[in-house]
């Protein structure tokens, strides 16, 4: 740009337009150009000796010892003359321009930063609220993911998402029709095999025939409440109906009823069973699985309580929620499988009692899908041990 500058001076001075031998402040106040004629200055110096050898065109020369940017051109008539600027006043001009140019790219670059952190937000915000959707469902929702208000390119990946949800639910009914078929199937047959148990009683059988009989009707029994948990549990599983659909129903007498049923039991195991606190307590929910909610904690908590133990239940109803709680006096569980016991099957490490490991994960399955929570922690109060179930239901009302 510098260059152009002076190569448009000397076409100015090829036409005549400018007369050389003095500096050409009008030009370019900023950029001190001087035009020197060859005929308009003396020959005898050694700078303008050196300067006239110079062929024409561009060239780097010293003027009063300062270094220059001279244009050497010659005219028609052979005289020549040459349009020079200082380089240090070049350099200070590129530097400037310099600066003006790159000042307005380095305060665009963070705002192009930011804008293209906006823009790929918002292009994601589609893709963040299906993962929500899908991090917010219970395991066992398999509804298809909705595409009418998401743009046509996730599509096909929730097409795909879709097909796989589709496919887990077949699965997951036929793992639900295989449980409900086999546990139906092998109910008539194992109470076939309880009945003739039975029927072994009057008989008059030496002492160690009736210890064998005694354990296999024990045997029996247990096969006997394994069935009867899995089929609870392939109930649960299939069914449908949303809490907010469910009838009202009272929670303390549901409670009531189940320890009623059980007094017997308990008495025979030598275990103090009973209520501590009892509130009148509206929930929304199906009598049969509130129940089963607790006959399943109250025969675990049996299970592990020791003769002349003791077992007390709570009803009382919360700010928002009707909070059913059942504490015992057994072991307890060890602190690093307390978080276990509300998956199918998980008996611990040292299990103790003939349960199946079903009745706790029926329990929360249950209590999920009726929208509540639930919380076991152990107890150490006076140095007395046990185990405190705690379920929070959402409260209702008539």
Same mark, same amino acid.
């Given at each position: 740009?510098?260059?152009?500058?002076?190569?448009?001076?000397?076409?100015?001075?090829?036409?005549?337009?400018?007369?050389?031998?003095?500096?050409?402040?009008?030009?370019?106040?900023?950029?001190?150009?001087?035009?020197?004629?060859?005929?308009?200055?003396?020959?005898?110096?050694?700078?303008?000796?050196?300067?006239?050898?110079?062929?024409?065109?561009?060239a780097l020369a010293t003027r009063n010892g300062q270094p220059i940017r001279v244009l050497m051109q010659t005219r028609h008539d052979g005289t020549r003359f040459a349009v020079a600027q200082r380089t240090s006043v070049r350099d200070e001009i590129a530097s400037d321009m310099a600066f003006r140019t790159v000042l307005p790219i380095a305060a665009l670059i963070p705002c192009l930063l930011l804008v293209t952190a906006i823009v790929v937000a918002r292009s994601l915000q589609p893709v963040v609220r299906l993962a929500g959707d899908l991090d917010g469902r219970r395991t066992d929702d398999m509804t298809p993911l909705p595409t009418g208000q998401m743009p046509s390119e996730l599509h096909p990946f929730i097409a795909s998402i879709n097909g796989l949800l589709q496919r887990m639910r077949g699965l997951m009914e036929q793992q639900r029709s295989?449980?409900?078929?086999?546990?139906? =199937?092998?109910?008539?047959?194992?109470?076939?095999?309880?009945?003739?148990?039975?029927?072994?009683?009057?008989?008059?059988?030496?002492?160690?025939?009736?210890?064998?009989?005694?354990?296999?009707?024990?045997?029996?029994?247990?096969?006997?409440?394994?069935?009867?948990?899995?089929?609870?549990?392939?109930?649960?599983?299939?069914?449908?109906?949303?809490?907010?659909?469910?009838?009202?129903?009272?929670?303390?007498?549901?409670?009531?009823?189940?320890?009623? =049923?059980?007094?017997?039991?308990?008495?025979?195991?030598?275990?103090?069973?009973?209520?501590?606190?009892?509130?009148?307590?509206?929930?929304?929910?199906?009598?049969?699985?509130?129940?089963?909610?607790?006959?399943?904690?109250?025969?675990?908590?049996?299970?592990?309580?020791?003769?002349?133990?003791?077992?007390?239940?709570?009803?009382?109803?919360?700010?928002?929620?009707?909070?059913?709680?059942?504490?015992?006096?057994?072991?307890?569980?060890?602190?690093?499988?307390?978080?276990?016991?509300? =998956?199918?099957?998980?008996?611990?490490?040292?299990? =103790?009692?003939?349960?199946?490991?079903?009745?706790?994960?029926?329990?929360?399955?249950?209590?999920?899908?009726?929208?509540?929570?639930?919380?076991?922690?152990?107890?150490?109060?006076?140095?007395?041990?046990?185990?405190?179930?705690?379920?929070?239901?959402?409260?209702?009302?008539?």
């Open positions: 740009m510098q260059d152009s500058v002076l190569i448009q001076i000397a076409g100015l001075v090829q036409t005549g337009s400018l007369a050389g031998g003095r500096d050409l402040h009008g030009v370019d106040e900023d950029a001190e150009v001087w035009l020197i004629d060859q005929a308009a200055t003396a020959h005898d110096t050694e700078y303008e000796s050196g300067l006239w050898k110079l062929k024409d065109g561009f295989f449980v409900a078929d086999a546990a139906h =199937e092998l109910r008539t047959p194992i109470a076939a095999l309880s009945l003739q148990v039975e029927n072994l009683d009057p008989v008059d059988l030496p002492l160690r025939a009736r210890d064998r009989v005694a354990a296999l009707r024990q045997g029996v029994g247990r096969i006997r409440h394994l069935l009867d948990q899995l089929l609870a549990l392939a109930r649960e599983e299939a069914g449908k109906a949303d809490a907010a659909t469910m009838p009202v129903v009272k929670l303390d007498d549901i409670a009531k009823e189940v320890v009623a =049923e059980l007094l017997p039991e308990a008495t025979n195991r030598g275990v103090d069973l009973g209520f501590a606190h009892v509130d009148s307590a509206m929930v929304r929910g199906d009598p049969i699985m509130i129940a089963a909610v607790v006959r399943n904690l109250l025969d675990n908590a049996m299970r592990f309580t020791p003769r002349n133990g003791r077992i007390d239940a709570y009803v009382y109803r919360g700010s928002d929620a009707a909070i059913l709680q059942i504490d015992d006096c057994g072991p307890g569980v060890a602190a690093d499988e307390i978080g276990r016991i509300f =998956e199918p099957f998980f008996r611990g490490l040292r299990p =103790e009692g003939d349960g199946s490991g079903l009745g706790l994960s029926i329990v929360k399955r249950i209590v999920d899908r009726l929208g509540g929570a639930i919380e076991a922690v152990n107890l150490a109060e006076g140095g007395v041990t046990g185990l405190r179930v705690l379920i929070r239901l959402p409260a209702a009302n008539f």
